[in-house]
């Protein structure tokens, strides 16, 4: 599991689509954070928005767009070693939940240095690491992350995953939104089975997305233990 979540993570940092990724996180989070305090002059926030102004383009970016960058880094992470047939070769060194889970914390520890690495740049201008706002925003990582890992296990062609990949990116914070914030009884309960529920709590409920990740990975594993490479 160690040696393929290295490798995963290694090969994330070395792809041309990693470098722009990285690069609109760093210059997302630097601009937002620069340029905070004009956009609190021009709008009326509350005590707690104010204090959290300077991540507002950090997490803006990560709630619209943060499933359509993982997919467009991930979404072939374990479809690509089926297709290539490199997967019959991993199966027999180690077993597949290894496999499964060495690349998931390969991608996860990549997305954490990102994030990590936008969080110093704010706190230059903000002065502080807010670990509330910097915790919830890992919690969405992780669920982003294991339901690309999921697409990746359940569709055996890469072209698939990353056409999947990038409508999910783009409907799923439409979507999520619509449900947390509809009046429609019919589809309101669903809210709890969303991320983005938990988010806009000011509370500890957020831990339950790292719940709900998990049950990605289950799902994952239980389909990948039961298909043939």
Known sequence: ????????????????????????????????????????????????????????????????????????????????????????????????????????????????????????????????????IFSQTISLVTCQIAFTILLSVLLPKPGFTMFLGVVAGLIFPILGFWIVFTSNVWVKWTKFMTPYYYLQREDFTFLVIFLLAGILLLIANFIFNRREC
């Open 1 to 132: 599991m160690y040696v393929m979540g290295k490798r995963e993570f290694l090969n994330l940092f070395k792809g041309v689509k990693s470098l722009i990724v990285i690069t609109i996180l760093l210059l997302t989070s630097y601009y937002s954070a620069k340029f905070a305090n004009i956009l609190m002059s021009g709008i009326e926030l509350s005590a707690k928005e104010a204090e959290n102004i300077h991540t507002v383009g950090l997490l803006g970016l990560l709630l619209l767009l943060g499933q359509l960058f993982i997919a467009s880094l991930s979404h072939d992470t374990i479809n690509r070693e089926t297709h290539e047939r490199t997967m019959r070769f991993l199966v027999t060194r180690t077993s597949r939940t290894s496999i499964l889970l060495g690349k998931f914390f390969g991608i996860w520890l990549f997305w954490v240095s990102c994030i990590t690495i936008s969080f110093l740049l704010i706190s230059i201008f903000a002065q502080k690491i807010d670990l509330f």
